[in-house]
C-alpha cells in the first residue's frame, strides 16, 4: 500500500481536489498538464493507494437549523483499553457529535458537538454526554466564531 504520493505530479492532484472536489477529471488533467487517461490513472492509483479516502460535500450546517456549536471535554473515570473502546463505540453512536479527539492533558476527549439552540444543549448535557459510559467530568465551551475550519496542512510539505 502507497503511503505517500510518487512525485510532484501526485501532489499537484492531491492539492487540486483538496480545493475542489467535484472538478472534472477534464479540468484536473488540464491543470495539472496531464492527459485526461494519466490523470484519471494517478487520481484511481491515489484512491486505491489510500491517500484520498472520501470526496464529501461541506455543509452550511446554521442554514439547516444547527445554530449552536460546542467544545466539549471529557474525563473519563478510568483509562484502561476496555474503558476508552466503550466510550468511543458509544460516542461514535451520537449524531451530534462530530468530531472526537483522543488527547493528553486534563481531558480524555475532546469532542465537536453541534446543537440547535440552548434547549438542545440542555438535552445533549443532561441526557447524552453525563450519561456516556465512564463518564467523570463533563466541560463545555461554545464557539462564537470559527477562524479556520475544516483546513488540511500544506500537501507539499507532507512529503519529506
Not at 442554514?63 to 458509544?90: C, H, N, P
Request: charged share 30%.
Amino acid at each position: 500500500m502507497q503511503n505517500t504520493p510518487t512525485d510532484k505530479l501526485d501532489l499537484r492532484i492531491l492539492a487540486e481536489l483538496r480545493r475542489d472536489g467535484r472538478i472534472s477529471n477534464t479540468d484536473l488533467a488540464l491543470k495539472v498538464g496531464l492527459s485526461e487517461s494519466a490523470c484519471l490513472r494517478r487520481v484511481r492509483q491515489l484512491e486505491s493507494s489510500g491517500l484520498i479516502e472520501r470526496y464529501m460535500a461541506r455543509l452550511n450546517l446554521s442554514r439547516l437549523g444547527w445554530g449552536m456549536s460546542l467544545l466539549v471535554r471529557i474525563t473519563l473515570k478510568a483509562q484502561t483499553d476496555r474503558d476508552l473502546r466503550i466510550f468511543e463505540k458509544a460516542v461514535s453512536a451520537v449524531p451530534e457529535i462530530t468530531d472526537c479527539f483522543l488527547t493528553t492533558g486534563e481531558a480524555d476527549y475532546v469532542l465537536r458537538v453541534f446543537a440547535r439552540d440552548a434547549a438542545d444543549i440542555e438535552r445533549l448535557h443532561g441526557s447524552v454526554l453525563t450519561k456516556l459510559p465512564g463518564v467523570a467530568r463533563v466541560e463545555s465551551s461554545f464557539v462564537l466564531r470559527e477562524i479556520v475550519s475544516g483546513a488540511t496542512p500544506p500537501i507539499d510539505r507532507a512529503v519529506p
